[in-house]
């Protein structure tokens, strides 16, 4: 049971792994310390589990030289001048332990690719140094050598002997590892040229792209002025047909406009009920800007006039309309051509041209 | 129980002032609990003094250790651990975060499935694929808890999440990692 009188294992769970606020981690410490035997049981399994977390840790090695630093740990503390902690450190003990882990040091940088050759200089240098320190500048003297057995020398010139192979492999894969950067910069170069042309193509197609979409564009216009003109003249080919039948039948009416004034003009009008009526008139006054020339007929009944239609005018002052037939067809009695100041159909006639009365 | 015979034997020794069975004790374990120092402490040196610091415990009071009823290794691990974070706390000049969850010298007093799974070798890979197979939450929280030494309230905090949230992941997360364990320590009995 839990101090609260809950049996939560999961409590144990997260008291074993230390993560409970302070009271209430206290708080089941305490009632541990009390002897409860369920729960010692709960929180055996449960330290056991967190435990078990730290094989989750990735391998490490243990530096070079901690064995020895243990053990000389383990001497000082039963030396006869009393128990002390051992110096840990590696510049506190001879020169030999000091050069092994400066060299472990190095070489630990070493092997990192992206300081590996800034690091196997150093550790050449630190190599050389360390040698040279050793040989040259301590040698083993009986006062120091008192300190080192000769075991402990052997062992330290095998552990220097594996650092300068351990070195030897750095160097190595140092020579691997430039040789693969070559070859990932060649490659690297290779993709950026690669790019580049696939850039320069892109761009490219684009221009081609934007030009298709341009004569596309053109394409579709004409194609719309194309089918304009297509109704247009096929318009024009049904009214030149309505034309020919009006003129061909029988018996077809007839009637001539005569200028109101003193124009040259001349206009004739043909018709025939069933068929329409064609104005054909000739030497038409010249037409200031939007004006047109529009036909009426004369009717019997109010209003007086009726507005047919604006005449089709040619480069040479002719004019043409025809008027499909039609109740307003069937009750003229009469026809008049005005001028007008607009080119839409006028609600009355403007100035009159060409005129025959009923 | 015995994590093995020859680590019996040596313990004996230990008990005996045997120096020379303390460092073969640290050539047996020191690697292991060498990587879980530097896990959380993140620096050789430190890793290696809190190593050397956890043997030394074992070195001064042996008998807080008993070989029949329990594994050496587990015991190692949860001392090194409180020594890392006692001394990441410090270093980092922030107080303790909680009150230390060691029972140093009741560790040993049953035995468990979980614990028989601690002599395991193979049970560092179970361990993983366990962990792998857990949701990325509750990775997350087991890691700060175990590897960070934070509190379920510090969790809470760094991560933007209700105390609730973070208990039910640790929860869920330490029950699937429990069982891995057992599964591993029934295979091994």
Request: proline letters at 5%; charged letters at 25%.
């Amino acid at each position: 049971m839990t101090p609260n009188g809950r049996n939560h294992f999961e409590d144990w769970d997260l008291f074993a792994l230390g993560v409970l606020d302070d009271p209430e981690q206290r708080a089941m410490a305490e009632h541990l310390a009390s002897g409860c035997e369920d729960c010692m049981r709960l929180f055996l399994a449960a330290e056991a589990g967190a435990a078990g977390l730290a094989t989750l840790s990735p391998d490490e090695p243990l530096p070079p030289g901690a064995e020895i630093r243990m053990r000389k740990r383990l001497e000082s503390a039963s030396a006869p001048t009393g128990t002390h902690r051992a110096p840990s450190r590696v510049w506190m003990v001879a020169p030999w332990v000091l050069a092994s882990a400066c060299l472990l040091a190095a070489i630990e940088f070493g092997v990192n690719l992206a300081h590996t050759q800034h690091e196997v200089h150093k550790l050449e240098q630190q190599n050389a140094d360390y040698i040279e320190h050793i040989q040259h500048e301590t040698p083993v003297t009986p006062a120091n050598s008192a300190e080192i057995t000769p075991g402990q020398v052997a062992e330290l010139r095998t552990t220097i002997e594996g650092l300068q192979r351990d070195l030897k492999t750095a160097q190595a894969a140092k020579g691997m590892a430039e040789q693969d950067m070559k070859a990932a910069q060649t490659q690297l170069a290779e993709a950026q040229a690669r790019v580049r042309e696939l850039d320069a193509s892109l761009k490219d197609a684009d221009a081609r792209r934007a030009k298709a979409e341009d004569a596309l564009s053109s394409a579709r216009l004409q194609l719309t002025k194309a089918q304009s003109d297509a109704d247009t003249l096929a318009q024009v080919a049904r009214q030149d047909d309505q034309i020919v039948r009006l003129l061909e039948a029988a018996p077809l009416n007839q009637l001539d406009l005569k200028p109101t004034g003193t124009l040259q003009a001349s206009a004739r009008v043909f018709w025939q009920d069933d068929q329409g009526l064609l104005l054909v008139a000739r030497d038409l006054p010249r037409l200031p800007q939007h004006g047109s020339f529009q036909l009426w007929f004369y009717r019997k009944g109010t209003p007086e006039f009726v507005n047919v239609g604006v005449v089709q005018l040619g480069a040479s002052g002719n004019g043409l309309l025809f008027v499909p037939p039609g109740p307003a067809l069937l009750s003229m009695t009469g026809a008049l051509l005005s001028e007008e100041s607009g080119t839409a159909s006028a609600a009355a006639p403007g100035e009159e041209i060409l005129k025959v009365k009923p | 129980m015995a994590g093995n015979p020859e680590e019996s034997v040596l313990l004996e020794r230990v008990r005996a002032r045997d120096a020379d069975a303390l460092l073969a004790l640290y050539r047996m374990h020191g690697p292991r609990v060498f990587s879980l120092a530097y896990r959380v402490i993140g620096d050789r040196g430190a890793a290696e003094e809190i190593v050397q610091d956890t043997f030394w415990k074992l070195w001064q009071r042996p008998e807080m250790f008993d070989p029949q009823r329990g594994v050496l290794i587990a015991w190692l691990y949860t001392i090194s651990r409180n020594l890392a974070l006692d001394r990441k706390r410090k270093e980092n000049r922030r107080p303790s975060g909680h009150v230390m969850t060691t029972v140093e010298g009741r560790l040993n007093a049953a035995m468990v499935p979980e614990m028989a799974a601690m002599a395991d070798p193979s049970m560092s890979r179970a361990m993983r694929n366990a962990m792998d197979s857990l949701p990325t939450e509750q990775r997350n929280v087991i890691d700060l808890a175990y590897f960070e030494g934070m509190t379920q309230t510090e969790i809470a905090g760094r991560l933007g999440a209700a105390l609730g949230t973070v208990k039910t992941r640790l929860r869920l997360g330490l029950s699937k990692l429990r069982e891995a364990m057992r599964d591993q320590g029934k295979v091994n009995r």
